[in-house]
T-cell receptor, first 114, second 115 residues
């Protein structure tokens, strides 16, 4: 089983619909992240959480919200999806403080908003 | 502001030849530097990192990278490319003076190794 699991892997939805992407991890890491990948733009940080009580906005948080339900679970929501949110979304975890630890990524959730 | 730049969108190299994927960084303090690889339809995988110490860092799959402070570069290299190295490569950085612990990624370089 994967250490970082994302569901769904693929989703097609319509403008205005609410969407939730879920992430769970078995690595025991405190730090969890949601990134968005667009061709030619690399990865951009949406939200990150350093523990269950800590949620922080990233570069592109507008239009998104998150919930850290437990150490192992971190969900990303699009309250009202729009077409420019069509992208590949990645959840990631890390362990070391101070940014020295590498990230462990899920396999990605491909979202298409029509 | 912290950032990394990958000046080449694509790198093409013949199998067996050496490869270099370029990365330059800009951070206010001393950087942590990382390379990740993404194979098609997969998540990113960690390759190697520079934290401190020896400027030449060795990583997975025979890759290495050299930290050059004067040129603010962290280029990824491999002496002999394989077709299976074809993938999307990302450089990333974090300012160790920051308490935020988050990475800043480059835009990625598509490496194609042809037989």
């Amino acid at each position: 089983d994967a250490d970082v699991t994302q569901t769904p892997r693929n989703r097609i939805t319509k403008t205005g619909k609410r969407i939730m992407l879920e992430c769970s991890q078995t690595k025991g890491h405190d730090r969890m992240y949601w990134y968005r990948q667009d061709p030619g733009l690399g990865l951009r940080l949406i939200y990150y959480s350093f523990d269950v009580k800590d949620i922080n906005k990233g570069e592109i948080s507008d239009g998104y919200s998150v919930s850290r339900q437990a150490q192992a679970k971190f969900s990303l929501s699009l309250e009202s999806a729009i077409p420019n949110q069509t992208a590949l979304y990645f959840c990631a975890t890390s362990d070391l403080d101070g940014g020295a630890g590498e990230l462990f990524f899920g396999e990605g959730s491909r979202l298409t908003v029509l | 502001a912290q950032s990394v730049a990958q000046p080449e969108d694509q790198v093409n190299v013949a199998e067996g030849n050496p490869l270099t994927v370029k990365c330059t960084y800009s951070v206010s303090g001393n950087p942590y530097l990382f390379w990740y690889v993404q194979y098609p339809n997969r998540g990113l995988q960690f390759l190697l990192k520079y934290i401190t110490g020896d400027n030449l860092v060795k990583g997975s799959y025979g890759f290495e990278a050299e930290f050059n402070k004067s040129q603010t570069s962290f280029h990824l290299k491999k002496p002999s490319a394989l077709v299976s190295d074809s993938a999307l490569y990302f450089c990333a950085t974090h300012d160790r003076g920051s308490t935020l612990g988050r990475l800043y990624f480059g835009r990625g370089t598509q490496l194609t190794v042809w037989p």
